[in-house]
């Protein structure tokens, strides 16, 4: 794979990714929670940072971003429909836009739901999307900014991508999340396999991020909403796939 990837865990609970070249030495990092973990990776491989693309503007995944930068001269990239709310940004980039690294593209996609201007990185080449708080493993991120209608229209973009993507998102939520899923769907002989190898990666102080895209479609309840089995589950056979969507996000936040 001329792309390699990393998963860094950072804070309590983040993850933050390198996704490197080994043809032109270019490396990327995905969200900044700190400087510290990051650049112990990037001394460990000798690997130098070139830039640092932002998901969204929270600090959890920003607040490393000056310390990064005065350490590495990286520079920042992030959406221009939030650029207000994000570090200064060398580069800004819009839904749809294909950006270029290391020789490979990037596509931009839109996915607001859990803040408005939340991007996703999808990388093709490295087989990857970065999706930080909006498609999560077995979740989803909070409604914060947007509304269910929009968060349901940003998951169904990534529920398109390649069922082999590996979906490269923000937090170690995996364990509750898988928790919770099984209250909407107590059932799904998938969703009840993936539960036991969750608890042996967790056993064993593994990371259950990145996940697959595949599993996700086949466990994650909130990629699941068009269902009439899920409809059905939470007694809305008749909703729209948004509304029900809103519903199961609504009984996680009150989970
Ligand atoms: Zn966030
Ligand atoms: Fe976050």
């Known amino acids: 794979m001329p792309l390699e990837i990393v998963t860094i ?3 309590s609970d983040n993850y933050a990714f390198l996704l490197h070249s080994t043809q032109t030495g270019e490396t990327a990092l995905i969200d900044a929670p700190e400087a510290g973990p990051p650049l112990a990776a990037l001394a460990h491989r000798g690997w130098k940072l070139t830039e640092i693309w932002l998901t969204h503007h929270h600090w959890d995944h920003i607040d490393g971003v000056a310390e990064l930068k005065e350490a590495t001269g ?6 221009a429909s939030d650029a207000a709310r994000l570090p200064p940004l060398n580069h800004a980039l819009s839904n ?15 996915v607001s739901g859990h803040t408005v201007g939340h991007i996703a990185l999808y990388v093709p080449a490295a087989n990857a999307v970065f999706t930080a708080d909006s498609l999560m493993a077995l979740g989803c991120g909070r409604l914060f900014e947007g509304t269910p209608e929009q968060m349901w229209h940003s998951l169904s973009k990534l529920a398109a991508l390649p069922g082999e993507t590996l979906v490269c998102s923000g ?3 995996t364990a509750s999340n ?4 099984l209250t909407i769907e107590p059932q799904n002989p998938d969703l009840l396999a993936r539960i036991a190898d969750i608890e042996q990666l967790r056993a064993a ?7 697959i895209l595949s599993l996700e479609l086949a466990t994650n309840p909130f990629l699941r909403a068009h269902l009439d089995t899920v409809k059905a589950g939470v007694a809305m056979p008749t909703a729209e796939d948004a509304a ?8 996680k936040d009150a989970f």
């Open 205 to 211: 102080g593994q990371p259950t991020v990145p996940s």
């Open 244 to 251: 029900v969507f809103g519903e199961i996000r609504r009984r």
């Open 178 to 181: 898988a928790s919770f899923a």
């Open 96 to 110: 749809g836009d294909t950006y270029q690294f290391a020789g490979h593209d990037v596509q931009v996609l839109d």
């Open 74 to 79: 990286a520079k920042i990239i992030g959406a």
């Open 171 to 173: 937090h170690e939520y």
């Open 9 to 11: 865990p950072c804070l």
